[in-house]
């Protein structure tokens, strides 16, 4: 299946280089057809515990890529694969607009392949040349779109963060490979469990920072919220739903796959990190009026949530409860697969409202459940997943991760109670204000009356892309009333030890037990809770239905207008805007925003008769005023005066080589 895959993805981006202008839409169902025969692999791997697959590409005698298929591995595989099948489904309608059909469709699978052998490495080499493909694939698609200089913009602040931190991961393997003597990771782990506590910290202060960028941990997550409303809305759905998530999984190999993960202060770091992105990035969500904007910010949030799960199985790992660090493991991956399916759903909803209405701002939008019902019901349905409420999948995780951190409270040391239960204080906060944000981006943008023309004659999605989204949705429902669909995928993973949920760790998982997972109550470390995700979906099918009845539905109905305080006609102008909704925890959380205001008042007759007045307030951007721009000025000044050795002189220069040579002799004598 994986070879057919294989063959089915070259066979689409050939396709596009030499089939017809008309049929090129069609050749996304070749890239479908191929993710879903790699999900198929992917996930029989990981249910039956097959060994895993390998095989290398030998480029020198001295060079070999090598790629193998291990439980990890395979899990993001089929995450990515099963993105991918219905994100191509949504393309095939999507990108009928497009400006630069051929090169966007060779892209896109190139991009969707790079992501994949990114996951498959076994090797330093074949990591770096596929994480560079994955990056340059992907900056070309954020700026082919379109010509304008704010989209030129966010590419190059992309390409900037994302080679520095490549630069950092590269510095991370050298440094592991002059202390092991190999590229493989393997060998690297074998080869550093004996070295000492300080190297093996270099190695994962320089690997958090550079996987770190690509996950858009807070402060390096500055280039999210403008790559993303840059980029198509399928390609977005990848960036956030897989490829940030590769950041994600270059943290779990590299800290708990080749390190060991047993240094206490890791797990401290990381979950500091996550929970400071997790707050951070639903606050400034909360304040964007870009509908993109707000979904690239809530993928801060959630991968803080990720990495709060990882940071406290560190922790537990550093302390010996392997148990307990096997359940936060569990609920951080996860919460990776649940996050990668409600937020793709949540981006191609965004895409179909800026096809239908024409525009990503929320205060132009208004009434589109009546006029793109299909989006909107959809768009609800991963409103509702992100936001963690049941009985969809990012309730399951998140109630796992509060688990986890709760349970911090066993660890011997104080500072290793106390950090875990503040994280889950973060995490409960993080959930109160992403409902909050959810409710306006929902209510703001779906309901009301159209706060423009372009709304007013918004039209619904075409099949493909209602179809792709309502698949995402019902995968939503599905995975968070059977968690154990998600468990027994996990089951294989190193250090993911799910005994406690009566979830094996090695051989087969029959789909009787995933039943039986999905049917019944599961506990939670020997009983310290609890947990029945169906027993919840049919309590809240229950109270539906007899509210359903109660309020005589089916019966007579009689419409009339709606109560409007005496006033002849409601306007949209009387409705909350996005801005006032967000008007009191803009003040709330004052020091966090440091917000700005701008009042201009022209007169009629100063100061009695106004004419007119211009209100407008923002918030100040911290971490790009504060630590970006200075850093920035301080470079550029440095490289004026460096221009100054670039005299054109070519007596200079040769100058310049023999003092070159001078100091090398000096240093090797």
């Excluded at 193998?68 to 993105?83: C, K, N, T, Y």
């Excluded at 503040?422 to 706060?451: D, W, Y």
């Excluded at 179809?467 to 993911?496: E, N």
């Excluded at 207008?561 to 306007?571: F, Q, S, V, Y």
Aim: aromatic residues 12%.
């Amino acid at each position: 299946m994986f070879s057919a895959g294989l063959v089915m993805l070259a066979a689409g981006m050939l396709s596009f280089a030499a089939a017809p202008r008309k049929s090129l839409n069609y050749l996304y169902l070749l890239y479908a057809a191929a993710a879903a025969a790699a999900a198929f692999y992917a996930a029989r791997a990981l249910y039956t515990g097959a060994p895993a697959g390998a095989f290398s590409l030998v480029i020198s005698p001295v060079l070999t890529m090598g790629f193998r298929g291990g439980p990890l591995q395979m899990f993001f595989l089929f995450a990515l694969s099963v993105l991918s099948a219905f994100v191509s489904l949504y393309s095939v309608a999507y990108m009928r607009g497009s400006q630069t059909p051929r090169a966007h469709g060779v892209l896109y699978g190139l991009f969707i392949a790079s992501m994949g052998a990114v996951f498959l490495s076994s090797d330093a080499l074949s990591f770096l040349v596929s994480w560079e493909a994955m990056s340059l694939v992907s900056y070309f698609l954020v700026v082919s779109e379109t010509e304008s200089p704010g989209a030129r913009k966010a590419g190059l602040t992309y390409a900037t963060m994302t080679h520095v931190g490549t630069a950092f991961i590269i510095a991370a393997f050298m440094l592991a490979f002059s202390a092991t003597g190999t590229l493989d990771f393997s060998g690297m782990a074998a080869g550093l469990a004996g070295k000492s506590v300080a190297l093996k910290s270099a190695i994962f202060v320089l690997a958090f920072i550079g996987f770190g960028t690509k996950a858009g941990v807070v402060p390096l997550h500055i280039w999210l919220p403008r790559a993303h409303p840059a980029a198509p809305s399928n390609v977005s759905a990848l960036m956030s739903g897989v490829m940030i998530k590769a950041g994600i999984y270059g943290i779990v190999l590299v800290c708990l796959g080749i390190l060991g993960g047993n240094v206490a202060w890791w797990g401290v770091a990381v979950l500091v990190a996550g929970g400071l992105s997790s707050v951070l990035g639903v606050l400034y969500a909360l304040m964007e009026h870009d509908l993109k904007r707000l979904l690239a910010y809530h993928s801060v949030e959630n991968i803080g949530i990720i990495l709060m799960g990882i940071g406290a199985a560190i922790l537990f790992y550093s302390f010996g409860q392997t148990a307990f660090a096997g359940l936060a493991l569990a609920a951080a991956l996860y919460h990776t697969l649940n996050h990668a399916i409600f937020k793709s759903l949540l981006f191609l909803g965004a895409g179909s409202v800026a096809n239908g209405a024409h525009t990503k701002n929320m205060e132009e939008m208004g009434g589109l459940m009546k006029r793109m019902p299909a989006t909107g019901l959809f768009f609800l349905a991963g409103s509702v997943a992100i936001c963690a409420l049941p009985p969809f999948n990012g309730f399951v995780s998140e109630w796992l991760t509060f688990q986890a951190l709760l349970l911090g409270s066993t660890m011997p040391l104080a500072y290793s109670k106390i950090i875990p239960l503040m994280g889950a204080a973060a995490l409960a906060l993080t959930g109160a204000l992403a409902a909050a944000c959810f409710v306006k981006a929902v209510g703001v943008s779906f309901l009301g009356l159209p706060r423009s023309r372009q709304a007013g004659a918004a039209k619904e999605a075409a099949l493909p892309m209602t179809a792709a989204m309502g698949a995402l949705a019902a995968l939503c429902l599905l995975l968070g009333i059977a968690p154990g669909i998600v468990l027994a995928l996990i089951k294989g993973i190193p250090f993911a030890g799910l005994s406690q949920m009566g979830i094996g760790n090695t051989g087969p998982v029959s789909i009787a037990g995933i039943v039986r997972g999905a049917a019944l109550p599961f506990p939670i470390a020997g009983g310290f809770s609890s947990f029945w995700p169906a027993g919840i979906f049919m309590v809240l099918l229950a109270g539906s239905a007899l509210m359903l009845v109660l309020t005589g539905a089916g019966g007579r109905k009689t419409c009339g207008p709606a109560w409007d305080c005496g006033i002849r006609e409601l306007t949209p102008r009387m409705q909350y805007t996005a801005t006032a909704f967000t008007k009191p925890l803009r003040i709330i959380f004052k020091t966090v925003y440091m917000p700005r205001k701008e009042l201009r008042m022209s007169y009629r007759l100063k100061p009695f008769f106004v004419r007119g007045l211009a209100y407008h307030s923002d918030i100040t951007p911290f971490f790009e005023k504060y630590i970006y721009e200075p850093f920035i000025s301080l470079v550029g000044k440095a490289a004026m005066r460096t221009r100054n050795l670039q005299s054109g002189s070519l007596n200079l220069y040769l100058g310049y080589i023999m003092l070159t040579l001078i100091a090398l002799l000096l240093i090797w004598a």
